[in-house]
């Protein structure tokens, strides 16, 4: 099988809109694959969650959860074209932002997807604090 070519992601940020902390405003693609990753909660592989009532246990298994998917994929976090996520309470943004800088920070240079972060009242298990939905480009 030949070997994709190297998307071209690039990240802008107009003066205009701001310089937003650990995403892009603008992430533009052109790109062989698209891949869309669903929305990932706390949940380790057996299907158990992970840190009941700690935020701070949950983003890092989400996370680790959306390396998985991307290593599957074929890709890395430097592929991370999109993020949509999910909080039931806008108190956590701070370990969110914790976790996800972490995370971006893993590659070099750190990745910088656009984001789009909305508090909902609850998610489909009643104690999922976080989820978190992805689109890569390979």
């Known amino acids: ?5 190297t998307p071209s992601i690039r990240r802008i940020n107009p003066p205009e809109l701001g310089t937003p902390p650990g995403y892009s405003q603008i992430v533009d693609v052109s790109a062989g694959r698209m891949i869309f990753i669903a929305g990932q909660t706390a949940l380790d592989r ?8 700690d935020f701070t246990a949950q983003a890092a298994q989400v996370f680790s959860n959306l390396t998985v998917a991307l290593e599957a994929s074929g890709c ?3 592929n ?11 108190n956590n943004l701070a370990g969110y ?12 240079p750190p990745a910088a997807p ?3 972060l909305v508090e909902v009242s609850k998610l489909y298990g009643p104690d999922f604090m976080i989820e978190i939905e992805a689109i890569a480009a390979a």
């Open 1 to 5: 099988m030949p070997r994709e070519a």
């Open 114 to 116: 656009a984001v789009t």
């Open 80 to 90: 991370l074209v999109k993020l949509t996520v999910f909080l039931t309470d806008m």
């Open 97 to 108: 932002r914790e976790a996800r800088n972490r995370f971006l920070a893993s590659v070099a």
């Open 46 to 53: 057996d299907g158990h969650l992970v840190g009941k009532n």
């Open 76 to 78: 890395t976090p430097a």
